[in-house]
């Protein structure tokens, strides 16, 4: 296995409220080129559904990003993975969220698309980021155990709750 470093710059802009953070990317996401590039995950079809954007194309989802005043990156700057499994990520390095958090001041809180974000972030930065976070269920495909209307609810009580 070799090290992987993550493929994007975080999306963000001046006026940004809420920050999303994701494990790293998937397999998919790095063929693609764009965040949550897996066609089953459910990332953009839940955000389309709660501000009634169109998510077809990369300036589409941007678009509803800037709109929404949502920030997009994720925890895991490097690492060793074997699959797009969250489990088999290996040897990660976080990204720098404490300097983009210093840049871009406007953020208020940091929500987390499932269990390992939220994880590897208090394993990083519990003691040096004092943000409101939140967990979301995982938009991805491997995460059955809740459907898309049940996971939907949850995401816009807590994106729709400022």
């Known amino acids: ?23 790293f990317p998937s397999l998919k996401s790095f063929e ?37 005043k949502i920030a997009l990156w994720d925890v895991v700057g490097s690492c060793e993975r074997s699959n797009s499994a969250d ?23 940091i929500l987390f698309t499932g269990r390992k974000a939220q994880t590897l972030f208090k394993r990083f930065f519990d003691d040096r980021i004092d943000l409101p976070t939140a967990l979301l269920p995982s938009p991805s495909p491997a995460y059955a155990a809740m459907d898309f209307s049940a996971k939907l609810k949850i995401w816009k009580e807590a994106l729709i709750k400022l």
């Not at 470093?5 to 494990?23: C, V």
């Open 1 to 23: 296995m070799e090290k992987s470093a993550h493929p994007f710059k975080p999306i963000i802009f001046n006026d940004s409220k809420t920050l999303i953070l994701g494990s």
């Open 32 to 68: 693609n080129s764009f965040y949550y590039a897996h066609p089953r995950n459910q990332f953009w079809p839940i955000l389309s559904s709660i501000y009634g954007m169109p998510v077809k194309s990369k300036q589409e989802k941007i678009a509803l990003l800037k709109s929404a």
């Open 87 to 109: 489990k088999n990520l290996k040897l990660c390095e976080p990204n720098d969220i404490e300097s983009l958090l210093k840049e871009y001041g406007s953020i208020e809180r």
